[in-house]
Nanobody, 123 residues
Framework: QVHLVESGGGLVQTGGSLRLSCAAS????????MGWFRQAPGKERDVVAV????????YYTDSVKGRFTISRDNAKKMVYLQMNSLKPEDTAVYYC????????????????WGQGTQVTVSS
C-alpha cells in the first residue's frame, strides 16, 4: 500500500508557475504508475498527467500539454508536477494517486489518493 501527501499548492496570478510535490511511502511506489488529477468545484475529478514506473512514459490531458510537466524520483519516492503558464481554468484541488495496475489514465485506475492541495489562479 502507498500513502501519499501532496504539497506546493497556493495562489498565483495568471501566467505564473507552481510546482506540486507528492511524497510517497510504501514499498510498491517504484513499481507503480503515478498520476496527478484535479477537481474543480462542482466538477468531476479529471486526469492531468500520468507517469509510468520508470518515468519513460508520460501522458498529459490536452489542456495542459506544453505547460505542465510530470516527473518522479524513485529514490526519494517523490512525484512532481511543474505547472507553468497557469490559467484561471487550472484552479482546482490537485490530487496525487498511485496506479492500481501498470498503466491507466482514468480515476478508476488509481488509488489510494492523497488529501489534495489547492491551486488557485487569479485573473
Amino acid at each position: 500500500q502507498v500513502h501519499l501527501v501532496e504539497s506546493g499548492g497556493g495562489l498565483v496570478q495568471t501566467g505564473g508557475s507552481l510546482r506540486l510535490s507528492c511524497a510517497a511511502s510504501g514499498r510498491t511506489f517504484s513499481s507503480s504508475c503515478m498520476g496527478w488529477f484535479r477537481q474543480a468545484p462542482g466538477k468531476e475529478r479529471d486526469v492531468v498527467a500520468v507517469i509510468n514506473w520508470s518515468g519513460g512514459i508520460t501522458y498529459y490531458t490536452d489542456s495542459v500539454k506544453g505547460r505542465f510537466t510530470i516527473s518522479r524520483d524513485n529514490a526519494k519516492k517523490m512525484v512532481y508536477l511543474q505547472m507553468n503558464s497557469l490559467k484561471p481554468e487550472d484552479t482546482a484541488v490537485y490530487y496525487c494517486a498511485a496506479g492500481l495496475r501498470g498503466w491507466g489514465t482514468a480515476p478508476r485506475d488509481f488509488g489510494p489518493w492523497g488529501q489534495g492541495t489547492q491551486v488557485t489562479v487569479s485573473s
